[in-house]
């Protein structure tokens, strides 16, 4: 089974953000960066049906130089190839689509997974997005599924329960947390992916669909009534919730 | 004249859903002089025509033999089709499961510019701004669609919807067409959770955290809820340790809610915690920690011992409502 993974690089979760001189963006320093924590549920699944199915797990990612970093992470892990589609620009999840999408054309995946969104544009939208371009089918946010010969049963997470689904190879699907258990790499691993080759892709520049006009920290618009635990104080805060907030 | 495009899901066999009607509301809001059409691929007469209560009068129902069991790429397609007929410059869905599904395609579909998980709209037709959270909610974005067409996806329970009146829609039938490679994901069958009100739906959350010192003082967090029909939550943290299920779960790598009323009983605040919580209309924080980053967010705080406060809130609240 040929396996296609994509991963991106995005701000560590507990990184305090702020906005950078050209209030778009974010002001990157000191900040650390790692690999997308949902990416890591799809990297192991790539690498688990390798061993249930046999082929090849390519990685890929699109970014800058020190997306590398991650790329190396998904070696160690055990994928058989990392490729990056290079570049500095901020692209959206429009133009990465597309470059993932070229990328795909060229090796003919069986299989293409993602983590269910990047936790930098939490957009959700990749898998669909890449799977229209490619004219493959997808299901995002699976818990757990099962391929048999082409055909495959899987489970996701809708408000209020699950839906059951089937679809046929290929396909294309993003990971749910718990999918898997993602292995960790043992350090002769990480050591040996230091000087495993990483192939550079030029990015295709296409069209340009959404325009960012602004980015700013949320204006907290909190009341900010904070007591303490008095019979009179706790009375006083369900009143508020009935008379000032009304949602009670 | 501008087109605008509202997907809507029945609920049941005489209502929409919740998410739907936000979705017309909020096409109302930036309509001007827009035309608006709801569009469904199922639902009964009576749950379709109730769409004319948020402001619409006709509603397209696309009918196929492929669209008999729900599938996400034969309504991408079948949506699409329409929306290409009538030149339809926004289509507004809600960005629930469904809409998450539909909208990347319908993005890739018509060339229009995807503005998801919106949480504020601007603008009109001619040009519309959206503001959305990125970096689990510690930033805003405003964007807007660059093609002159948007795909909206409007995260649930932000906005409210409003009945604006109770003239029955009419309906209309759409024939797209469709071929066996457009309806290649199928939707075999659906489980609802019995009994337990699920945190993506309630309106009010009364959640749980380390705070509650083990999963055998949870019974306070259910008893509030109950008393308010609320839907029980939970941190990261608890249910790692394996006292609630993850279904309960509230933040990044759990569920993201926006409920009236979000309560957050020994929850100390964590960015983690926060993005999942953080577009709740009203958040009271009970903590024994001033310090806690909880009550930095919260409109309402009371600091105290959750073992005593909790008791003593479900009764003052149970005299107010049943007084």
């Not at chain 1, 299989?111 to 544009?121: E, N, V």
């Not at chain 2, 608006?36 to 948020?54: H, K």
């Not at chain 2, 196929?64 to 869905?93: F, K, M, N, P």
Request: glycine share 8%.
């Amino acid at each position: 089974m040929n396996i296609l993974v994509c991963i991106s690089q995005v701000p560590d979760t507990t990184t305090k953000i702020q906005v950078s001189g050209d209030g778009q963006t974010i002001d990157k320093s000191g900040v650390k960066f790692i690999l997308n924590p949902y990416d890591e549920f799809a990297i192991e699944e790539g690498l688990k049906l390798r061993e249930q199915f046999g082929g090849a797990v390519t990685a890929l990612t699109v970014g800058s130089e020190t997306s590398k970093e991650i790329l190396r992470t998904a070696l160690a892990m055990g994928v058989d190839k990392a490729c990056i589609v290079k570049t500095d620009a901020q692209l959206d999840s429009y133009n990465v689509a597309e470059n993932i999408a070229g990328f795909a054309k060229n090796i003919s995946p069986d299989l293409i997974i993602f983590g269910r969104q990047s936790i930098d544009f939490d957009s959700s939208s990749m898998a669909p997005m890449v799977a229209e371009m490619i004219d493959m089918p997808s299901i995002s946010v699976v818990s757990s599924w099962k391929i048999e010969g082409n055909e495959i049963q899987a489970e996701r997470d809708i408000e209020g329960g699950k839906e059951i689904l089937s679809t046929t190879l290929p396909c294309v699907i993003s990971a749910q947390k718990g999918l898997n258990d993602p292995r960790y790499p043992k350090l002769p691993d990480i050591m040996k992916a230091k000087s495993k080759p990483i192939e550079e892709i030029e990015p295709c520049h296409g069209n340009h669909l959404v325009s960012l006009s602004s980015m700013a920290l949320p204006s907290s618009k909190r009341v900010g009534m904070i007591v303490g635990d008095s019979d009179a104080d706790i009375t006083s805060i369900v009143t508020a919730l009935h008379e000032q907030a009304k949602v009670i | 004249m501008k087109h605008i495009i509202v997907f809507i899901e029945a609920k049941d066999s005489q209502s929409l859903k919740r998410t739907s009607h936000e979705a017309l509301t909020a096409a109302q809001s930036i309509a001007g002089g827009a035309s608006i059409t709801a569009f469904a691929v199922n639902g009964s007469e009576q749950a379709l025509q109730s769409a004319g209560n948020y402001g619409v009068q006709s509603v397209v129902l696309a009918q196929h033999e492929l669209l008999g069991s729900y599938s996400s790429t034969a309504t991408a397609e079948a949506l699409a089709q329409y929306a290409r007929s009538i030149d339809a410059d926004i289509v507004i869905v809600s960005g629930n499961a469904t809409g998450k599904e539909i909208a990347p395609r319908l993005s890739v579909k018509l060339k229009a510019g995807l503005l998801p998980d919106c949480i504020a709209l601007s603008g009109d037709t001619t040009s519309i701004a959206a503001t959305r959270p990125v970096y689990a909610g510690k930033a805003h974005i405003t964007v807007h669609s660059a093609s002159g067409k948007a795909i909206i996806a409007l995260r649930p329970n932000v906005f409210t919807a409003k009945q604006i009146g109770s003239d029955a829609a009419t309906i209309t039938a759409f024939s797209p067409n469709l071929e066996a490679r457009h309806a290649r994901v199928q939707v075999i069958s659906t489980m609802k959770n019995e009994g337990t009100l699920d945190v993506a739906e309630a309106d009010i959350i009364v959640s749980g955290g380390r705070g509650m010192k083990g999963p055998e003082h949870f019974p306070l967090v259910e008893q509030l809820a109950s008393t308010l029909g609320a839907a029980v939550g939970a941190s990261r943290a608890v249910v790692d340790a394996g006292w609630r299920p993850h279904g309960e779960q509230v933040g990044q790598t759990g569920k993201t809610v926006s409920p009236s009323l979000y309560i957050a009983c020994g929850i100390s605040g964590a960015v983690q915690h926060l993005a999942g919580m953080s577009s709740s209309k009203c958040i009271l924080a009970i903590n024994k920690d001033k310090d806690a980053p909880i009550f930095k967010v919260a409109d309402y705080g009371i600091i105290g011992d959750v073992f005593e406060v909790l008791p003593k809130l479900d009764a003052s609240l149970k005299a107010m409502l049943h007084g």
